[in-house]
């Protein structure tokens, strides 16, 4: 069993950054696949990013390429999400997942193939 819990959310303006912290517990996070997503009011939930177990060849939604970054330090359990160039789309509850994998250098994007969730963080971004 692993317990994920997001922080670092807020309220910002456009253009400004944030850097979101996934911390786990319960289980060394190294055996994990991370994955951070986002839902907005009256959208699905949808994929930005995921990192291997070793914490390379990390892959991103096209909505959020080139201005978010996924990273992790599996010595303290956590994962990280920094938003750079914040627009006011990305407003939404930002969610991290982790899913156990024998394979170390994998990410994965699907929303149902995480096992595990954590309760979300609000990030809004005004104009």
């Known amino acids: 069993q692993v317990q994920l819990l997001e922080s670092g959310g807020g309220l910002v303006q456009a253009g400004d950054s944030l850097r979101l912290s996934c911390v786990a517990s319960?289980?060394?996070?190294?055996?994990?696949?991370m994955g951070w997503f986002r839902q907005a009011p009256g959208k699905e939930r949808e994929f930005l990013a995921t990192i291997n177990r070793v914490g390379v060849r990390p892959s991103y939604a096209g909505s959020v390429k080139g201005r978010f970054t996924i990273t992790r330090d599996n010595t303290k359990n956590t994962a990280y999400l920094q938003m750079n160039t914040l627009k006011p789309e990305d407003t939404a509850v930002y969610y991290c997942?982790?899913?156990?994998?024998?394979?170390?250098?994998?990410?994965?994007?699907?929303?149902?193939?995480?096992?595990?969730w954590g309760q979300g963080t609000q990030v809004t971004v005004s104009s």
């Open positions: 319960g289980r060394n996070l190294g055996t994990y696949v």
């Open positions: 997942a982790a899913v156990a994998s024998d394979n170390l250098w994998l990410g994965v994007e699907t929303p149902s193939e995480y096992r595990y």
